[in-house]
């Protein structure tokens, strides 16, 4: 059978939040058979957990922010992906502040951090969210769509009209049954502009942005030293955070997800609509052979 999957051992990192600025310890431990993504406040009296699902996302201004009660835990997109990334199914994720730390603001990191943890299979049948029918939301110009299909393919089109982007670099088309998530989504990095810098420090974002933790624009050049890590890397990391925001259906996805300069708040909605119309999705599990390509690469490796 197709298992589900945790961490072997218990690791921890520090870094520093991207919005908040402030400096977090990330401590992540393996889990029991289906208990999930669990984030845990570890600094906050009794560390209230937040189960990682589309329906305790509180906030999507330029990140995925969980709440349950008083306790919230920010900038969960990119350890999301890693995790779905790596077909992790169950994990206690404790954070010792209000944010996960960017580290370079790709989930690079944290794909080292859960490989350095080891991942290890239980005995129990990995469970799919697989798309039934067309669900679609919208907002003005901008959409997003799960239709059928038979693996995980994703379709993002941005729209930055920039000269160092390209119009040629604003579409990708990723299947995952041809195509791997280390190698050409997971170092991918956010990415932002400077005349956007003094309006989101003004709300109270971005406090803790820099050259070392994200794709950085002026009106005409990328102003890190090193460039691009991808040609289409500002595509590239929607993808990553779609991915992410898409974890918290609370099982991978089988289907197409098509969007047009789809967000956090987008991506959050279309994962709601999915879950609240019962006839769009079933919940299925595989013998390991029978699962879909896209997923067979987890039989192979832990990437």
Do not use: C
Request: hydrophobic share 40%.
């Amino acid at each position: 059978m197709y298992k589900q999957r945790t961490l072997e051992n218990t690791i921890t990192t520090k870094g520093s939040g991207l919005h908040t600025g402030a400096r977090v310890e990330l401590t992540l431990h393996p889990a029991p058979i289906d208990t999930g993504i669990v984030f845990r406040r570890s600094d906050l009296p009794g560390s209230p957990s937040v189960p990682a699902i589309a329906h305790q996302v509180g906030d999507t201004r330029l990140s995925t922010l969980l709440r349950k009660g008083d306790a919230s835990i920010s900038t969960v997109e990119h350890l999301m992906s890693a995790l779905a990334g790596l077909g992790i199914d169950n994990a206690y994720i404790d954070v010792a502040g209000p944010e996960i730390p960017i580290m370079d603001g790709s989930a690079g990191p944290f794909i080292y951090l859960l490989q350095s943890a080891g991942i290890v299979e239980q005995y129990a049948l990995k469970k799919f969210i697989r798309v039934l029918s067309v669900v679609e939301v919208s907002d003005g110009d901008k959409w997003a769509r799960f239709t059928p299909y038979d693996g995980f393919l994703l379709d993002f089109t941005i729209d930055f009209m920039h000269p160092a982007l390209g119009h040629e670099n604003s579409r990708i088309v990723l299947d995952f049954g041809e195509n791997a998530y280390i190698k050409d989504i997971a170092r991918a990095r956010t990415f932002g502009f400077m005349q956007d810098l003094e309006a989101m420090r003004s709300a109270g974002l971005a406090m803790g942005g820099s050259l070392h933790n994200a794709v950085v624009l002026d009106e005409t050049s990328v102003l890190n030293s090193g460039g691009l890590r991808y040609e289409n890397e500002p595509v590239r990391h929607k993808i990553l955070d779609a991915i992410g925001d898409l974890y918290l259906l609370g099982h991978p996805v089988i289907g197409q997800y098509t969007a047009y300069k789809s967000g956090h708040a987008l991506n959050n909605a279309l994962a709601r609509a999915l879950l609240e119309n019962k006839k769009a999705y079933e919940i299925v599990s595989f013998r390991a052979e029978e699962a879909p390509k896209a997923y067979q690469q987890w039989r192979l490796s832990h990437a």
